[in-house]
């Protein structure tokens, strides 16, 4: 049920991007399901996949996959000493019900899959500051470290890594959002071996050459220019022509052709956008290659009770990590919420480092 009360929200009626619009007489949803919470939304990060479905709507929906905010309402079983009115909240779009996506200014999510944000992270700050950081964590910073340490297996201090493995990873799009996260959790990986074993492990990031000093800022310790140089070649040469260990696919298409080829025997090739029809078993057998596919909206399709439940522990990890600044939230820009169709179309472009957030609702006090 919803109420009579509207909001803005940028919506899709067909598909297509040029169809994105904001509407300003959406109704505020009403009544909540029993762990459901309403949420008033301060700041909402975009990502590729919301102009991707935006290409591919079939039905009139709200967009919006990353989200800070703060409780407003509680459905009945919600937990009321953690969820009090007014807590601070990040969000990973999850709730299909409704169509209802966080490009608005409210919307509606499951309380068990969502992650408080912790006081000392915006205690004496501007609430709407400190939200516009936090909404371009969430589905950038829970992939990559789905990638990195559920997937790879890479945890800091980790006693027992067999560097063999591990000595060359490539992070492709080093300087997006994603891929950004990905350097991130590597380079705390890497930093909690001993000084002897860190000096064999090399962080590998592609970008274009306005990109390089800031993917080396961030974590890579190697940086190949895919505008100017032989990708393939130069990874050759910068694992001594063994192939790297890892390649880390964040683009598509053609570019894992690029990993398949340079990768060396039983190497590991993760995607984490969708593959195409561009490569076939043989290829992977060959070289008795491993491949990981992450996409952590699938988490919400399962409809797994316990990986749903995971997404919280992912988020409350990431928080503790931006709390103690051993991550940052990458956000290069910030826009008003009127221009989010200009950060979608930004986006679709390809050539955007970090992550565009836009702030939906101002609060200047000081929390």
């Not at 109420?3 to 899709?12: H, N």
């Not at 209802?100 to 609430?127: C, M, N, Q, W």
């Not at 490569?279 to 992977?284: A, D, K, P």
Request: net charge negative; proline share 3%.
């Amino acid at each position: 049920m919803t109420s009579k009360i509207p909001m803005r929200a940028w919506k899709v009626d067909k598909a297509g991007l040029e169809n994105v619009r904001l509407v300003d007489d959406e109704p505020i949803p009403e009544t909540l399901e029993d762990y459901e919470v309403l949420i008033k939304v301060l700041s909402v990060g975009l990502n590729p996949v919301d102009y991707k479905r935006a290409s591919s709507a079939q039905q009139p929906s709200i967009l919006g996959l990353d989200a800070c905010g703060v409780v407003e309402k509680r459905g009945s079983k919600v937990d009321h000493e953690k969820f009090v009115d007014g807590e601070t909240v990040v969000l990973l779009h999850g709730s299909v019900k409704n169509r209802i996506g966080y490009f608005a200014e409210y919307t509606v999510h499951d309380s068990r899959y969502l992650s408080v944000v912790p006081k000392d992270v915006y205690e004496g700050k501007d609430l709407g500051e400190v939200a516009n950081e936090l909404a371009g964590l969430p589905c950038a910073a829970f992939t990559a470290y789905q990638i990195v340490y559920n997937k790879l297996r890479l945890f800091p201090n980790e006693k027992h890594v067999d560097l063999r493995n591990f000595k060359n990873i490539v992070v492709s799009a080093g300087s997006g959002g994603l891929g950004g996260f990905c350097l991130q959790f590597l380079k705390l990986w890497r930093d909690s071996l001993p000084e002897e074993q860190r000096e064999q492990v090399k962080l590998i990031a592609t970008c274009s050459q306005k990109n390089v000093d800031y993917v080396k800022k961030i974590g890579a310790t190697h940086v190949v220019d895919y505008t100017n140089e032989s990708v393939v070649k130069e990874l050759l040469e910068l694992s001594d022509n063994q192939g790297v260990d890892v390649f880390i696919d964040n683009v598509g298409f053609e570019n894992r052709r690029i990993g398949i080829e340079c990768l060396n025997y039983e190497g590991q090739l993760v995607l984490s956008v969708e593959s195409g029809d561009n490569f076939g078993v043989n290829e992977l057998w060959g070289k008795s290659l491993s491949v990981h596919s992450m996409f952590i909206l699938s988490t919400y399709i399962s409809k797994n009770h316990d990986r749903m439940e995971q997404l919280r522990f992912i988020g409350d990890d990431v928080l503790r990590l931006y709390s103690q600044n051993k991550i940052s939230s990458l956000v290069s820009e910030v826009l008003p919420f009127e221009k989010l169709k200009e950060g979608l179309e930004k986006l679709h472009g390809r050539h955007v480092r970090g992550k565009i957030v836009c702030q939906i609702a101002r609060l200047n006090t000081i929390v």
